[in-house]
């Protein structure tokens, strides 16, 4: 079946720098994607949600932007920080209406370095 | 504060025996609930959708019979791992929709189950 997957499965960085986390989907039908940290032990933490008809949307210190031409979205971290560490998920909804299930990509583990 | 909650966060059983996870939505009604399962540095994998007053729709290759769901109440989803082996050892973690869509999916703390 379709699933969504990630391009990198690891990602150091020192602190202070930008982190750029990639995640490419297969599904043509999904319309909203959401980007979740996950700290170790612990469930999946929202970060920001972009839909199919944006291709970018900002929050504090983190833009995520959707290029649906080649089924690619991108989680860029600002001045990465120690606390950023974890792993980062990208998820995808490709149905419309009152159905919330979440196809997850395989995750990439983001470790900054002090 | 957790708007999904989940208990045990831990617990640990001995083969041949049956486990009950709750998840419990805080303050608001979930119709829909949905349980993942988690392998160590591995994604979350979607096991079932959890409807309230009807029965749970499995995702493919999940046993029903193995991992009994109940959604008896807007409140709270059970998640029920019967005759549990070794290899059901995972993390579990539930979400609850409160409706719509974005960030109103909550997740919970998740569960670690060791089954010995």
């Known amino acids: 079946g379709e699933s969504v997957g990630l391009h990198l499965p690891t990602l150091s960085v020192q602190e202070g720098d930008n982190s750029i986390i990639n995640c490419a989907y297969s599904?043509?039908?999904?319309?909203?994607f959401i980007w979740y940290k996950q700290e170790s032990g612990k469930g999946p933490q929202f970060i920001i949600d972009?839909?199919?008809?944006?291709d970018k949307r900002q929050g504090q210190r983190v833009t995520v932007l959707l290029n649906k031409t080649v089924k690619h979205l991108s989680l860029q971290i600002a001045a990465t920080q120690p606390g950023d560490s974890a792993v980062y998920f990208c998820a995808e909804n490709s149905n419309g209406g009152s159905n919330y299930k979440l196809t997850f990509g395989k995750g990439t583990l983001l470790t900054v370095n002090p | 504060g957790a708007v999904v909650s989940q208990h045990p966060s831990w617990v640990i059983c001995k083969s041949g025996t049956s486990v009950k996870i709750e998840c419990r939505s805080l303050?608001?009604?979930?119709?829909?609930m949905f349980w993942y399962r988690q392998f160590p540095k591995q994604s979350l994998m979607l096991m079932a959708t959890s409807n309230e007053g009807s029965k749970a729709t499995y995702e493919q290759g999940v046993e029903k019979d193995k991992f009994l769901i109940n959604h008896a109440s807007l409140t709270l989803s059970t998640l029920t791992v019967t005759s549990a082996h070794p290899e059901d050892s995972s993390f579990y973690i539930c979400?609850?929709?409160?409706?719509?869509?974005?960030?109103?999916?909550?997740f919970g703390e998740g569960s670690w189950l060791t089954v010995v």
């Open positions: 599904n043509s039908a999904s319309d909203y």
């Open positions: 972009i839909r199919s008809n944006m």
């Open positions: 979400s609850a929709s409160a409706g719509g869509r974005g960030n109103t999916i909550y």
């Open positions: 303050d608001f009604q979930a119709t829909t």
